[in-house]
């Protein structure tokens, strides 16, 4: 086994050429990583990859979603984004065999991918939405340039109790001519004393009459599924999906469990962070994603039982709050002096397997109602409480989205839970979709975090 | 032996000297940041070593903070200046359980256990509200001397509401204020109680007592008071302020001499 490092983009190439070489077969999308540059994906440069041949297959498989898009649209498959609800809503979609389900959300991350050579910012600010709003308005200028993702046949989106700045700018997506099939998420509230109530995934309990309402909306979106598809969704081919989509959650949950629990760190942070995105939507391709989980799990597995890692043993254990808009803060992390040892990053609601043991829009609906962003903050502290200890983690970083209202809101109620409860040092910190001018102050700061850490283990 | 800490900072280079035994403060020296920050910050300790006929060979351990650190080549190791600046309250107020630091660019809150480790901290750096690069423009504006400030917020009638914490923004402020007829005093007044609402502001609602107060702009007179009466809880100017986060360095190079402290 290569001893696991992190490397270059430069070097992936060498060691690409090297492997090929040696006789790697890599899948259809496979190559050097070096050629995303090309296209115009700069921030690669500036990063830092595991040199695992998994890791590799992780980064080109989600580097090439958008061929994968224009690819499914020319042979004619249906296209269906689905935004917001980050988990459900692509389970059903993909359940279909004729039809290719995305993310269009995942567009935020294009500003900083690109550094800002998309201009897909500069478009949502000429747009009304500047630096105010999340960076997730970089979708609306994704939108309105259409060079990101072909234009879908449809376009789902949960509202209500969603996030305020998202609903804002998919009205604004809306306005462009890209009609959306809106449908309504309730706050998700504690059942009542006398309230028939419904354990949800992640182990909030709603009322059972809330389940029902997200029922009856996700039947309007089954029903426009089966319009678009031009077949019924029924309930065998909706439960065969649901299967599918808890296998790929199953892989996840143990590589979860082994990159945030093995010591060294088997996993870096950044892959980690990139196999969490893929089980919202799969990138796309629900049967290649498991099967990439699958290889960056044996990876795992191998390093450790042989007790390696890419970090130095000892690296002080981060819980981590939030997705970074700049990939780059999760090697900075690293670089510090850190590891991830768990993560709630807003969908830990699709970490969860879907109930098997009632009907699939029950479950479904239960499982939607289990996002994190629709209920209590308390609740998703709580949830967070456990994981830490689930994890061992050390101390908690929540990442701030600029613009992003719910996190200014949460951040402090969320860290003076977590410090009340649990006594562990907090830190908040921002993090826009390019942070090179913050980097230094970043730097500072989870240098501090860590010292702060390996001080209280004396 | 002898063992240094040098506070690379964004205004300032400041430097401490300290014996590793006793823990007793050699020397200390503080020199204007400069373009090339790694002479400067050779320069500050020079000016400690020479005069004793010392040279870096004769330094067993330096420690350097600040945010240019890693610039500091000559230093054999860096920590934070949030570790640095606990370390030196801990020294020179060993009851403090909570720091409020003021610095050129940034300013910070630390919170202390019993025993002096960091418990939590928060900074303020995406801009620079709430820093000395913020009083040092209002003091220009006005033309008035940084130590003066806190004279001529005394005198105040009736302190300016400050609005805009961006040093570009609060310049205009100020010519408007100037131009509406606003006395100097009460403008300072006001900026020096806008500086200690936004600190206020990250301290929350729990504050623990006592409350140090260290950093450069904490040798602003004035400064303290305009903190203490923001956060309603007496505050204690720790002595040499300015020089906390070197004097924390050379106590932790003193600790460690080889030894990897965190």
């Not at chain 1, 995303?36 to 440069?45: I, K, M, T, V, Y």
């Not at chain 1, 600029?402 to 409860?421: D, F, M, N, Q, V």
């Not at chain 2, 200390?28 to 373009?35: A, I």
Request: aromatic share 4%; hydrophobic share 45%; proline share 6%.
């Amino acid at each position: 086994m290569e001893k696991p490092a992190k490397i270059t983009l430069e070097q992936w190439d060498a060691r690409y050429a090297h492997l090929r070489a040696g006789g790697l077969v890599g899948p259809f999308y496979g190559g050097p990583l070096g050629r995303h540059l090309a296209d115009g994906d700069r921030r690669l440069s500036k990063l830092r990859y595991d040199n695992s041949p998994a890791a590799l297959r992780l980064w080109n498989f989600l580097l090439t979603e958008d061929d994968r898009l224009f690819a499914a649209r020319q042979a004619g498959r249906k296209i269906v984004g689905v935004m917001k609800d980050l988990g459900t809503t692509a389970v059903m979609a993909m359940s279909l065999p004729d039809v290719t389900a995305f993310y269009p959300d995942g567009a935020w991350w294009i500003p900083c991918v690109m550094e800002h050579g998309s201009c897909v910012l500069e478009v949502a600010d000429s747009m009304g939405l500047d630096e105010s709003f999340c960076p997730v308005r970089a979708m609306l200028g994704a939108f309105a340039n259409g060079e990101h993702f072909p234009r879908p046949d449809l376009l789902v989106c949960s509202a209500g109790a969603v996030c305020d700045d998202f609903s804002a700018v998919a009205q604004l997506v809306e306005h462009l001519g890209n009609p959306i099939l809106w449908w309504e998420m309730p706050t998700r509230r504690h059942p009542a004393a006398d309230e028939p109530a419904v354990r949800l995934p992640t182990g909030f309990l709603a009322p059972a009459s809330q389940v029902a309402i997200v029922r009856g909306e996700l039947g309007r979106v089954r029903e426009a599924l089966e319009e678009l598809a031009g077949r019924e969704l029924d309930d065998a081919t909706l439960a065969a999906g649901i299967a599918r989509a808890n296998h790929a959650r199953g892989v996840l949950d143990e590589l979860r469990r082994l990159a945030y629990s093995a010591e060294p760190c088997p996993i870096p942070a950044l892959e980690m962070l990139i196999a969490e995105m893929l089980i919202i939507h799969y990138c796309s391709d629900r049967d290649e994603a498991p099967a990439v989980l699958e290889e960056l799990l044996a990876e795992a597995r191998r390093r450790a039982l042989a007790h390696v890692g890419p970090l130095p043993a000892g690296a002080a254990r981060i819980f981590w709050v939030n997705p970074v808009a700049d990939l780059r803060v999760m090697n900075l992390l690293e670089d510090c002096g850190g590891r991830l040892c768990g993560t709630e990053l807003l969908f830990c609601h699709s970490l969860e397997a879907i109930p098997a043991d009632c009907p699939p829009m029950e479950a479904l609906a239960r499982a939607a109602l289990a996002d994190p962003m629709v209920g209590p903050a308390q609740d998703r502290a709580e949830r967070i409480c456990a994981d830490i200890g689930r994890f061992g983690a050390e101390a908690v970083v929540i990442s701030r989205i600029p613009g992003a209202s719910h996190c200014a809101l949460e951040g402090g109620l969320i860290g003076g839970i977590i410090g009340k409860r649990l006594g562990l040092p907090v830190l908040e910190i921002e993090v826009p979709p390019l942070s090179d001018s913050m980097m230094p102050t970043l730097r500072t700061r989870l240098e501090a975090i860590v010292e702060v850490v390996k001080e209280r283990r004396r | 032996m002898i063992c240094a800490g040098i506070d690379a900072g964004s205004r300032a280079v400041k430097a401490v000297l300290l014996d590793s035994r006793s823990l007793a403060t050699l020397g200390s020296s503080v020199l204007d940041q400069g373009v090339h920050q790694d002479r400067t910050a050779f320069a500050a300790i020079e000016q400690l070593l020479a005069p004793r006929g010392l040279s870096r060979r004769d330094v067993g351990w330096i420690v350097a903070t600040g945010y240019a650190r890693n610039i500091v080549e000559f230093a054999d190791t860096t920590i934070t200046e949030i570790t640095c600046h606990a370390c030196g309250v801990r020294h020179q107020m060993p009851s403090a359980r909570t720091v409020i630091e003021i610095g050129g660019q940034d300013s910070k809150l630390l919170r202390l256990a019993d025993d002096g480790r960091v418990r939590d901290f928060a900074m303020n750096d995406r801009c620079a509200a709430g820093t000395g690069r913020f009083l040092e423009m209002v003091a220009g504006k006005l033309e008035v001397p940084l130590g003066r400030l806190g004279e001529l917020a005394a005198r105040a009638a009736n302190p300016a509401a400050i609005s805009s914490m961006c040093v570009v923004f609060a310049e205009t402020e100020i010519i408007g204020l100037l131009a509406g007829g606003a006395c100097p005093e009460d403008i300072i007044a006001g900026v020096l109680g806008a500086i200690a609402s936004r600190v206020a502001a990250m301290v929350g609602r729990h504050l623990e007592e006592p409350v140090a107060f260290t950093g450069g702009v904490a040798m602003v007179p004035g400064m303290d008071s305009a903190l203490a009466g923001v956060l309603g809880r007496p505050v204690t100017v720790v002595n040499y302020p300015q020089m906390t986060g070197a004097l924390g360095a050379a106590i932790l190079a003193a600790r460690s001499c080889g030894q990897p402290l965190v």
